[in-house]
């Protein structure tokens, strides 16, 4: 990859933006998984409905100023760390040293008569072009790569926990030929002295994503149990969820519809393992890259996107930082690589 480190004006500016980058994540309760609590369990991860904790929380679907807003703009998202984006060009495209650009997903603004689908396995490396070696040994052709001390560096400009986010943004009405979609990932880690790894599947069934890999996101099979099937809609009644997809005329009395397709510009979904969190930082770990194998399917509008914000917390455990350290080391440890003209 070519590359060129940011001048000092620049890295002065990510500095001076620090406050908008500080307040771009959310702090999340403490995990309370099932339908009475603030979350719900696919395989190794706890899944958090941005729009359900905003909802029972009062305040609505989730707008600018509310707890559980997080905005997803290219602008918003760009001095996080981007799996993967309908955006194209940098800096949203581009990542930090040590890790690979973003996956570009698919995009068909305003819908589309074709099922659209994305599998890492199926798209060229963002940082390689489908070859090994960007940044180590660490680094494949078919998924997204990181050296998790490069993440952890990351993490520590503000002290945040490891929670990727995802957004939902479909047309027309629910089902999978309209705004629910089908999603499967596998984050595993890497010790590359000995080859061992561990893996953490986001899936509704973990003993057959252990057993035989990922969903065919190409030719999906809707019953497969390894897809989580992403509801755009989810019936809720105070502030327990009664099923997922829309409310119906025999739910009791009081229910009501909370929407999950929030759109490309507002995150719908944050994902946490607190195992996966501890590896990440901790300092004395063995494990060496993080990989992601993440396949979507059913879609028909695209322009999915998954993130990292530095600052987003479980349990507001966020890690203080000391003020001076926050005024005059920021820059140097957010130095961010671009790509060089071409």
């Not at 509310?66 to 997803?72: A, L, N």
């Amino acid at each position: 990859m070519n590359r060129k480190l940011l001048s000092v004006a620049g890295v002065l500016v990510v500095g001076a933006g620090l406050s908008q980058f500080a307040t771009a994540g959310a702090i999340l309760p403490e995990p309370n998984c099932g339908f009475t609590g603030n979350c719900l369990t696919y395989g190794d991860f706890d899944v958090f409905s941005l729009a359900f904790l905003n909802t029972v929380s009062g305040y609505g679907s989730p707008t600018s100023g509310d707890p559980f807003y997080v905005k997803s703009t290219p602008g918003a998202i760009s001095p996080g760390v981007v799996f993967g984006t309908g955006s194209s060009g940098g800096p949203v495209t581009e990542n930090f040293a040590g890790m690979d650009d973003a996956y570009a997903t698919p995009s068909s603004a305003g819908g589309s008569s074709t099922q659209l689908e994305f599998s890492t396995g199926a798209v060229a490396d963002p940082g390689t072009l489908g070859t090994a070696g960007a940044f180590g040994s660490g680094d494949y052709a078919n998924t997204w790569d990181a050296n998790i001390s490069s993440l952890r560096s990351f993490l520590e400009t503000s002290g945040g926990d490891f929670v990727p986010y995802f957004n939902l943004n479909e047309t027309g009405t629910d089902g999978l030929t309209g705004i629910d979609i089908l999603v499967w990932a596998d984050f595993w880690v890497e010790d590359l002295d000995t080859g061992a790894n561990q893996h953490f599947f986001l899936t509704q069934d973990k003993a057959a994503s252990t057993a035989s890999g990922g969903p065919d996101a190409t030719t999906p099979d809707a019953n497969d149990t390894r897809w989580v099937y992403t509801f755009g809609t989810i019936c809720i009644n105070g502030s327990a969820v009664l099923h997922l997809g829309p409310c119906t005329p025999s739910d009791p009395a009081g229910s009501s519809d909370v929407n999950q397709n929030l759109g490309a510009d507002n995150a719908a979904f944050a994902i946490y393992n607190k195992d996966l969190n501890d590896i990440i930082k901790d300092t004395t770990t063995s494990w060496d890259v993080l990989h992601l194998d993440w396949r979507m399917s059913y879609m028909n509008n695209g322009y999915e996107q998954a993130f990292l914000l530095a600052d987003t917390s479980v349990g507001d455990n966020r890690t203080p930082l000391p003020a001076t350290w926050l005024l005059l080391g920021i820059g140097a440890l957010a130095i961010r690589v671009l790509r060089k003209p071409a």
